[in-house]
């Protein structure tokens, strides 16, 4: 099966016991997808970047927020990665870095790493910090894998290696309208989210020719949900999806039952928590998230290891470490093997969340599957695919 088989089989590896039967499903399928011309040139070194150790070990940096506010999701996040390079039996070095709460505290740690030799840096968390890290990254010649969701930070050099919430709402949409939904009802806050999800709705109905005769942006403090009821109450619509957690969704999701509204409750990638999802006014309602099952070894070898249950966000500093152990894993060609052509793969990769590649934008895209929401935990409705050759990619 040539170089496809041979990626595909270290990224199994890498995606621990959860992932091979599906990665090995994907096998033939990605074999079949033809390589296109590179998507870009990767970038080249600048005569004032520092020059990186010629010692052949390739050094992978790590920032993450280890001190501050998000401390102990950092340190989670850490361990995850450290677990990556224990199950790969990669080579790589990692660099492990505080970027604090701040852009200052991120962009000295990715100096910090490049004067250590670097040859990609994976990380910040946050978005503000993207920028003075990309700034560093992109002066030494080396790519960056950020775990920010704000798609305005991608692009050149940098990478979202994120759960996009507007991947999340295109899937839903896709599937509803697939199921004969095309009047939606979207209701999210008025803040930066609610609209930004909005923009998402508005393009998913386009691309799935549904419409969006409700659109309600709510107040963040809303307690009473009756003009919402109003509004949902005097349109016919097939689904309403709620872009929101907490307090507010907890209002919301009961408030359709006891008004006699049978449209179909949908979410987004933030139901992906059992917390959420579990809850009961919940249960019917679907979203797309990646297949819970696929993380399940990853989530008891981490408890088990740690005495707690891993964050949500810790299997993308798993699934970074082990893009680096299979892009490091290549044919050796010489040089920097983290190029932007390698890291574009159209074939991608299998994580433990699934299959993901990047696109020419930096954005990464995944295969997500649509799960029901049970107060025993969620079910899958429609699996996540496994390869890239499907019309919604």
Excluded at 37 to 55: E, G, K, L, M, V
Excluded at 156 to 175: E, M, T
Excluded at 265 to 270: A, D, E, K, P
Excluded at 377 to 384: F, I, L, M, Q, R
Aim: with cysteine; aromatic share 6%; charged share 15%.
């Amino acid at each position: 099966m040539g170089r496809s088989r041979g990626t595909l089989r270290r990224l199994v590896r890498l995606a621990g016991v959860a992932a091979t039967a599906a990665a090995l499903a994907a096998c033939a399928q990605f074999q079949t997808v033809q390589r296109p011309a590179p998507i870009a040139q990767a970038p080249t070194q600048q005569p004032s970047a520092p020059s990186r150790p010629d010692d052949g070990v390739l050094r992978v940096g790590l920032l993450l927020p280890l001190s501050g506010s998000s401390a102990a999701l950092g340190e989670a996040m850490q361990r995850a990665a450290q677990m990556a390079v224990f199950d790969t039996g990669t080579q790589v070095e990692l660099l492990p870095r505080d970027s604090g709460d701040s852009p200052t505290g991120a962009g000295e740690a990715a100096r910090s790493v490049i004067a250590q030799g670097a040859d990609i840096i994976l990380g910040p968390l946050f978005s503000k910090s993207v920028s003075p890290v990309a700034q560093q990254a992109r002066a030494a010649g080396i790519n960056v894998v950020a775990f920010s969701t704000d798609t305005a930070q991608a692009g050149g050099n940098v990478f979202l290696l994120s759960f996009l919430p507007q991947q999340a709402i295109d899937r839903v949409v896709g599937y509803g309208v697939g199921h004969g939904m095309r009047r939606y009802a979207f209701l999210a806050p008025n803040t930066a989210y609610g609209q930004l999800m909005s923009r998402a709705m508005t393009e998913a109905a386009a691309k799935y020719g549904a419409e969006v005769p409700v659109v309600d942006l709510y107040d963040s403090k809303m307690t009473d949900p009756t003009p919402v009821q109003q509004k949902l109450q005097s349109a016919q619509v097939d689904a309403v999806l709620v872009a929101d957690i907490g307090s507010r969704l907890s209002l919301l999701a009961p408030m359709l039952g006891y008004s006699g509204i049978t449209a179909k409750l949908m979410g987004t990638g933030q139901w992906d928590d059992p917390a959420v999802n579990k809850q009961p006014y919940l249960s019917g309602a679907w979203y797309a998230a990646p297949d819970p099952s696929r993380r399940a070894d990853f989530e008891s070898r981490y408890a088990q290891q740690f005495g707690a249950a891993p964050p949500r966000l810790a299997t993308l500093a798993y699934d970074a470490v082990a893009l680096t152990a299979a892009l490091a894993n290549q044919p050796a060609t010489g040089g920097n093997p983290f190029t932007t052509v390698a890291l574009q793969d159209p074939n991608g990769f299998v994580g433990i969340d699934g299959i993901f590649r990047f696109g020419p934008n930096g954005l990464v895209q995944r295969g997500l599957a649509v799960l029901e929401a049970q107060p025993s935990g969620p079910t899958v409705v429609d699996p996540a695919p496994d390869s890239f050759s499907g019309a919604a990619f």
